[in-house]
């Protein structure tokens, strides 16, 4: 079983349920590289698009058009290698203003 395989696995196993396009919280789809998911504590889906196993993109998109979202909405993440916080936070539970910047 591929890790992809895999994470769509558990996914169901949360009660995610599969679906052509997602639209509604507690849903996800799969098509070629690209996986969205929507999980209910967030407020727009995401979109990961995959190179191999690996995450090459991730963003959130409004599940009514299904183009990605302005940064300003909170459209792109940066990658985790690029990024680091301005101050420390906390992993499980990040305060609202914790700000992230790219490392330079």
């Known amino acids: 079983m591929t890790e992809m395989a895999g994470l769509l696995e558990k996914w169901l196993g949360w009660g995610y349920q599969p679906a052509t396009v997602v639209e509604e919280p507690g849903a996800f789809s799969r ?12 407020p727009w ?8 196993n690996e995450i090459d993109s991730l963003r959130f998109f ?30 499980t ?4 203003n914790c700000a992230w910047r790219r490392s330079t």
Request: glycine share 10%.
């Open 31 to 42: 098509r070629g590289g690209i996986v969205d998911v929507w999980a209910p504590n967030l």
């Open 45 to 52: 889906p995401l979109r990961l698009e995959m190179f191999g």
């Open 62 to 91: 409004d599940p009514s058009t299904q183009r990605t979202l302005p940064a300003e909405q909170g459209g792109a993440c940066p990658k985790f290698s690029s990024a680091r916080p301005a101050r420390p936070c906390r992993a």
């Open 93 to 96: 539970a990040r305060p609202p």
